[in-house]
């Protein structure tokens, strides 16, 4: 499933318009319009956005996995690069 249908659904679901999502993500309707059309990819810091907005983590927006549940944020201080 692609990003837009994903979007489709998440926005269907939480029973939001495109209007309210692109307001609660700081771009405008017709941006995210073109996103949910398929008329292009959102950038990265509105794909995150999309992400939190939803509560989902970025490989099911993407399409990548069907498992919604985003990781838990790491403990302050924990360095996951080692």
């Known amino acids: 499933m692609e990003i837009t ?10 029973e939001e318009s495109q209007e309210r ?4 993500i700081d771009i405008t309707l017709r941006n995210y319009q073109r996103i949910e059309g398929g008329e292009g990819y959102p950038s990265y810091p509105v794909f995150c956005a999309l992400a939190d907005h939803f509560q989902v983590n970025l490989d099911y ?6 498992v919604r549940e985003m990781l838990p944020p790491a403990a302050e201080g924990e360095d996951s690069h080692d």
């Not at 927006?61 to 069907?66: P, Y």
């Open 21 to 24: 999502v692109a307001r609660a």
């Open 5 to 14: 249908a994903r979007l489709k659904e998440l926005r269907r679901e939480q």
């Open 61 to 66: 927006l993407a399409g990548r996995t069907d």
